[in-house]
């Protein structure tokens, strides 16, 4: 079993149709390949920890490398891993557009977020990697872009 994950920014412009596309890809895909993990956005940002098949993951991450949607793909760590952390394809995705930001939401699924990582098996450094990133990104103040 191998496992990879990365950040990257999201293109200006990239609406919430265009994350439900990706979304939609993804879970078909993964599932077609074996593949599983756990993709992030937020505050245009992209954190994404993905798991199966070293060849497979690694041509997937290739993939994701050129899609225009994104810029600034940078690969956080990657390894070998002796069970999954994501035995199920999940995306975090909160679609409220920060001008109409509702605090008690905003709030809400931050602690949501936070709970999550928190109650999560982190078995390999890959994944104690992603938690942590995703946990410095959810914690930003709400301007941060």
Known sequence: MYTLTYESKAIKGLSSADIEAILETAINFNKDNGLTGCLIFYKRKFIQILEGEKEKVQA??????????????????????????????????????????????????????????????????????????????ITMPPDTR
């Open 60 to 137: 997937l991450f290739e993939n994701i490398k050129q899609d225009s949607r994104h810029t600034g793909v940078y690969l956080l760590s990657e390894g070998e891993t002796e069970e999954r952390n994501f035995p199920n394809w999940g995306m975090v995705y909160y679609p409220i557009d920060d001008n109409e930001l509702n605090k008690n939401e905003y709030e809400q699924f931050k602690r949501n977020l936070l709970l999550l990582a928190d109650l999560s098996v982190h078995s390999n450094k890959t994944a104690i990697l992603f938690w942590k990133r995703m946990k410095v990104l």
